[in-house]
């Protein structure tokens, strides 16, 4: 019934009365935890998904609990290995690949799609109890009520982290105030910068080469050294938006991701302002940009936190990126228009 077995994660198979169900097995392996590693980098990030369906832990029954969670394997792997000592069936939807959290916001873990998985599995045969415990941060996308009135199976939404759920079910389903708080500590942060990085990756070697070029139609001479000094403001901001930001994130006093982008990048404007000590014109735009893009790559990181809702992303995205990308466009034509100006002086 789910196209699984076989798989390395897949530890047997078991006979059901609804079929073969695979048991996961709780224990990452090397292969996992090297396929995982490269996912946060951004390698197979985009196909990084299990068949979705039915999945057992440990030997389950018809008593045994239901868990839901998407079919991104980063998103099992974290739920399996704290499962070593939980007896219970893995319900996993289809959400194309995405983590929970986003799939809530992008519909695909949904209402639809539980009722359609129900359906798919016949859950209702296998289990004796009719109740799905569903992750809390899924609940977005989730009618919960109409769950019930389709399906007849009631909605009990589990801890926000995965290592508390032995815990739940010992707390005979019941969470605490720690189980319902959802936190981003700094070790969370800091696991998301190495794929921000590569994404920006692209965006820095593109950047470099305009520098390099626009200094040797100006100077006739292809240099490296020169070139990558005039590249340090630029890449001082996006390292500010895609490393500072995340970092100080609960420490800088604003909501807005723009905004907090936009003070690392005052801070950083100044640092670079008193090294390089540029003329009026160029001091203005170099501060522009570092404005801009420091804004702007700070901006990217929404997608990556819980810190905001989804509806909050769209609406800061909506006004933000017509003010900053024509500001980033500006100051690069700002930048130079002032070496043509000063090269004509000096000529």
């Known amino acids: ?132 415990v569903l992750p809390q941060l899924g609940a977005s996308g989730v009618a919960a009520h109409l769950v019930h009135k389709t399906t007849g199976f009631r909605v009990v939404y589990g801890p926000v982290r995965a290592r508390d759920i032995p815990a739940f079910f010992h707390n005979k389903m019941k969470k605490d105030r720690d189980m319902r708080t959802v936190r981003f500590p700094l070790r969370d942060r800091l696991v998301l910068i190495p794929l921000e990085l590569v994404l920006a990756l692209l965006v820095l070697v593109a950047g470099f080469l305009l520098v390099a070029a626009a200094d040797w139609i100006l100077h006739g001479i292809l240099d490296f050294g020169t070139a990558f000094r005039d590249f340090v403001p630029f890449l001082g901001a996006v390292l500010a938006g895609c490393v500072l930001v995340p970092v100080l994130l609960p420490l800088i006093p604003v909501r807005s991701f723009a905004l907090k982008g936009l003070i690392v990048g005052i801070l950083l404007a100044a640092l670079i302002e008193w090294a390089y000590s540029p003329s009026l014109v160029d001091g203005i735009a170099t501060t522009v940009l570092i404005l801009s893009t420091s804004s702007l790559f700070a901006l990217f990181f929404t997608g990556s936190t819980t810190f905001t809702s989804v509806s909050g992303v769209r609406r800061e995205v909506r006004i933000a990126f017509p003010v900053l990308i024509p500001l980033l466009v500006a100051s690069i034509l700002v930048g130079l228009i002032s070496k043509l100006v000063a090269l004509h002086h000096i000529s």
């Open 1 to 132: 019934m789910t196209s699984a077995a076989g798989l390395p994660w897949v530890q047997r198979v078991k006979e059901t009365p609804v079929g073969e169900v695979p048991i996961v097995r709780t224990r990452l392996e090397l292969r996992d935890r090297l396929q995982n590693f490269l996912v946060r980098l951004g390698i197979n990030r985009e196909r990084y998904a299990v068949p979705p369906g039915l999945y057992g832990i440990g030997d389950p029954d018809a008593d045994s609990p239901v868990l839901v969670t998407s079919n991104y394997k980063l998103t099992l792997d974290a739920l399996r290995k704290e499962l070593a000592a939980v007896t219970c069936w893995l319900l996993v939807l289809d959400t194309h690949g995405i983590n929970v959290w986003c799939a809530a916001g992008k519909r695909t873990f949904s209402t639809t799609e539980i009722v359609g998985r129900l359906e798919a599995t016949r859950l209702e045969a296998l289990v004796r109890h009719r109740t799905l």
